[in-house]
């Protein structure tokens, strides 16, 4: 991807993050068919990029390809597999459809419990997500049970509040 900052390769032409970023979204979907866990996690550092560009129909393209990879070869059950599912949830919840991102966020925190026995920051994050996804579908008191989830984790795992949340519960 970044072999064009050569300058015997981009020969004096000016690149774009954006091109840069396009060549290797050609290049992961391409190329590293023998590495697909490679191919994943460069399909979902990439995608992320592009959502966080505001091109979330490039980046949902990526960021479900590395959902597809990373379930087909680690499997439902792998942290990968779930932190993928979220990020489509974070997708879903950029187009505005909380609906996708609630399903999203529900399953990524399903398979987290399934996972593991503490709770991680990721999980007051999701249940924070969640909860915002519940708001926008207007269904307040399942969205402040999910937001004060992720206060009360935040509390315990020492990790500082969240201030929309807090404001959300008053």
Do not use: C, M
Not at 80 to 108: F, I, M, P
């Amino acid at each position: 991807v970044f072999q064009v900052s050569d300058p015997s390769e981009a020969r004096g032409n000016t690149i774009t993050a954006r091109e840069l970023l396009d060549r290797g979204a050609v290049q992961v979907e391409q190329e590293l068919t023998d590495q697909p866990l490679v191919r994943a996690r460069l399909a979902d550092a990439i995608g992320t990029v592009y959502v966080q560009l505001g091109l979330v129909e490039q980046g949902e393209r990526l960021l479900r390809s590395a959902w597809e990879w990373r379930r087909k070869h680690l499997g439902e059950n792998h942290p990968d597999t779930a932190n993928s599912e979220a990020d489509l949830g974070w997708v879903a919840e950029k187009k505005g459809d909380a609906v996708a991102a609630e399903h999203h966020y529900r399953q990524a925190l399903a398979l987290r419990q399934r996972l593991q026995g503490a709770p991680a920051p990721v999980d007051a994050k999701l249940h924070s997500s969640l909860g915002w996804a519940l708001v926008e579908q207007a269904r307040w008191s399942e969205a402040r049970d999910h937001i004060r989830t992720a206060l009360e984790l935040q509390g315990k795992l020492g990790s500082a509040t969240d201030g929309e949340n807090a404001e959300a519960l008053t």
